[in-house]
């Protein structure tokens, strides 16, 4: 088993284990570390814990986590690495923070970048709303609604309410136009010069 090509042996835990056992190592000759991905884990989690004790900073207890599970640095949940995104840079080859973690901060991450808000400012809108849509009154308000010009958050809106003002071309006239229509009050432009168009006001 030592002399095939598909396994290697770790050099801390002397463990003869397949090649993805190692992360990359582009300084090595066979581009793979000397440790399996177990040990570095475990000797940068206790150099860490170290330098962490000698800054008096707080340091979390290690956990007995079982083979093919992982404690998420986020929530401190073990879970079974389905639950990971993988990062073959990482030295156990899977990220830090479980799918669910990295889902709930790519949320936080995507209202700071687009609209310059957090998810308390998005919540307070939607209490202030008492939940609900501001323009239709009766679905949940789940769609933060912005103006595109200046990028001023307006409200939070339902997904078909958020929908229907931007197929409208954010545009109110074209909008009260739209409501006009709805009242029974429909309208033509009349014609006062050929291919001159005068519109109600």
């Excluded at 582009?26 to 170290?50: F, I, K, S, T, W």
């Excluded at 830090?96 to 957090?118: D, N, P, S, V």
């Excluded at 409200?155 to 709805?182: D, H, M, Q, W």
Aim: proline letters at 4%.
């Amino acid at each position: 088993m030592p002399d095939s090509v598909d396994v290697k042996k770790c050099t801390g835990c002397k463990r003869t284990l397949s090649l993805d056992s190692f992360a990359a190592d582009r300084n090595r000759r066979d581009g793979l570390q000397v440790r399996c991905r177990e040990c570095v884990a475990e000797y940068g989690a206790a150099h860490c814990r170290r330098r962490r004790e000698a800054q008096g900073k707080s340091v979390r207890e290690k956990v007995d986590v079982p083979p093919g599970y992982k404690e998420c640095r986020s929530c401190g949940e073990v879970k079974p690495h389905s639950e990971w995104h993988r990062n073959v840079t990482a030295s156990d080859g899977l990220s830090t923070r479980c799918k669910a973690c990295r889902a709930i901060e790519g949320r936080a991450g995507h209202l700071k970048r687009q609209y310059g808000i957090t998810e308390d400012d998005r919540d307070r809108m939607i209490a202030v709303q008492k939940g609900l849509c501001v323009i239709c009154l009766s679905a949940p308000a789940v769609h933060v609604d912005h103006c595109h010009k200046t990028g001023r958050v307006r409200g939070v809106l339902c997904f078909n309410c958020n929908s229907a003002i931007g197929k409208l071309g954010e545009n109110p006239s074209t909008v009260r136009r739209a409501a006009a229509y709805l009242e029974g009050n429909s309208w033509k432009p009349t014609l006062v010069a050929p291919g001159v168009y005068q519109l109600p006001s």
